[in-house]
């Protein structure tokens, strides 16, 4: 009989291939999705179908990281799994949704929210988004936060809650869906992003790849799997936050360079520095 | 004057996290006390013979003595504590190899009808090729357990695999001198075994 549970958390046994089903998992997915296509359709400006289909991938993407089978073995088996799950929120997950999302259904979400004003400060300060961003991963990848949270579905529910919203503040400054709320200038908005994501990150991935015993109780108490090592596996945990994070963010940063540099050359810009559409 | 205040709670709080994974770390800690659980009267090593995955007869106390020695009772099919305890040691023993001339790690099965001396080496293997796999009688398994003052086992019904076998769940350590100062209980942490090896190598 398949097994079913809220949300993916530590389990105390071998793993196995036998599927579990993680039904508040599929809502969390599901009811954003419905509730966008609803929205777009009845609101009288059109939404690009370029627009939905970043804002689907970033679901799918935050879908495939959470569920079975990268979500079960990243909240209790694998810290290399775990990781993975952080890169696809972070750098896949948040920035597509963001993307994705219309500025007049943002204005309308943070205002329900509350965080218009929150939202405002962190689009114009770089410093505190990337304050607010390194905070967040350092405290959601220490041992102390991973080891406790891990331990139960809301504490793994909310550590994946935590991540997404390290990612919305991540980019927040460089594509919020609401220009004025973006940060304008584009050598700044490089600058942040090699600093915010390269700098204090590798920190974490060092302990990660160089530690000569394992960081986390979770995984290292946690039945093996094919065996790889505990000390191996949280290896690859650090070389993966390494590699990935450039790939990623180093191609986006690559990007808006060449597009402000063409658009400068072009005399695209209304003041020299500001922005330019991504 | 309100965004220098949150600027500074956020550094306070970024520090502070700091600190805290670097306690967790048990790296900065660690001084010469023992972090496994520490015995009120040591122990002496139990003494019985029971028979090596060759086939040969295995006299524990005579064959470890002066060893630093690690005595476990569990069964191939455990599903969690008894492969995470082996591996928690191969990984010990594989990051600090000096240890391991002057210490044995043995596996006694406590499931002899399911458990195959050639069954429990392939199993070993996987965690140290010099970890030492023992087998025996219910009889002689049964005086094992209870000369290391071990729970002796027992089966419990599964419908999955017929029966589990209820067994200590803690790894018992005699130091080189024959005693035993300290259990291990499932959940000793790979920094507690690289903490106390050492201590406990030095008690000849």
């Known amino acids: 009989m398949t097994e079913i549970a809220f949300w993916c958390t530590a389990l105390a046994r071998p793993w196995t291939w036998a599927w579990i089903a993680y039904p508040g998992i599929w809502l969390s997915a599901i009811l954003p999705a419905v509730g966008y296509m609803r929205a777009i359709r009845r609101h009288e400006a059109p939404t690009s179908s370029r627009q939905t289909g970043l804002l689907l991938a970033g679901v799918a993407i935050y879908w495939v990281a959470t569920d079975w089978p990268l979500g079960t073995l990243g909240a209790g088996y694998l810290a290399s799994a775990h990781m993975l799950q952080y890169l696809l929120y972070t750098l896949g997950a948040a920035p597509l949704i963001l993307l994705g999302t219309p500025e007049w259904m943002t204005r309308s979400v943070l205002r329900r929210l509350r965080a218009t004003g929150i939202a405002t400060r962190i689009g114009s300060s770089l410093v505190l988004a990337a304050l607010v961003y390194n905070l967040l991963m350092i405290g959601t990848h220490a041992p102390i936060t991973v080891d406790a949270l891990r331990a139960s579905q809301f504490g793994s529910f909310l550590m994946d809650v935590l991540w997404l919203l390290a990612g919305f503040v991540l980019w927040w400054p460089v594509i919020a869906p609401i220009r004025e709320m973006r940060h304008r200038s584009v050598p700044s908005k490089v600058a942040y992003l090699f600093l915010a994501t390269t700098v204090v990150a590798i920190l974490p991935a060092s302990f990660l790849t160089f530690a000569n015993f394992p960081l986390y109780s979770t995984y290292e108490l946690a039945p093996r799997i094919g065996g790889f090592s505990s000390i191996s596996d949280q290896q690859v945990a650090g070389l993966i936050m390494k590699l990935v994070t450039p790939i990623v963010v180093w191609a986006t940063m690559a990007t808006m360079w060449f597009r402000w540099a063409t658009a400068e050359r072009d005399g695209n810009t209304g003041a020299s520095g500001h922005s330019v559409s991504l | ?204």
């Open chain 2, 1 to 204: 004057m309100r965004r220098p205040r949150t600027l500074r709670a956020l550094v306070i709080a970024v520090s502070l996290l700091s600190a805290c994974s670097g306690s967790a770390l048990g790296v900065f800690g660690g001084g010469g006390d023992l972090n496994g659980v520490v015995l009120d009267e040591p122990t002496e090593k139990p003494s019985f013979v029971l028979t090596d995955t060759s086939g040969d007869p295995y006299d524990f106390a005579e064959e470890t003595e002066g060893r630093l020695t690690f005595l476990y009772f569990g069964y191939l099919s455990c599903p969690d504590i008894c492969p995470v305890h082996m591996a928690q040691l191969g990984e010990v023993f594989e990051r600090n190899p000096e240890w391991k001339e002057d210490s044995a790690v043995v596996f006694v099965s406590v499931d002899p009808v399911r458990d195959k001396p050639e069954e429990i080496r392939a199993w070993l293997d996987g965690f140290g090729t010099d970890f030492i796999g023992l087998t025996g009688t219910e009889e002689q398994l049964v005086a094992s357990q209870e000369a290391a003052v071990a729970g002796v086992a027992y089966q419990v019904p599964d419908e999955n695999i017929g029966y589990t076998v209820a067994h200590a769940g803690q790894v018992f350590v005699y130091a080189p001198d024959g005693k035993g100062y300290t259990q291990y209980p499932f959940g000793t942490r790979q920094t507690d075994w690289d903490n106390d090896l050492p201590i406990l190598m030095n008690r000849q």
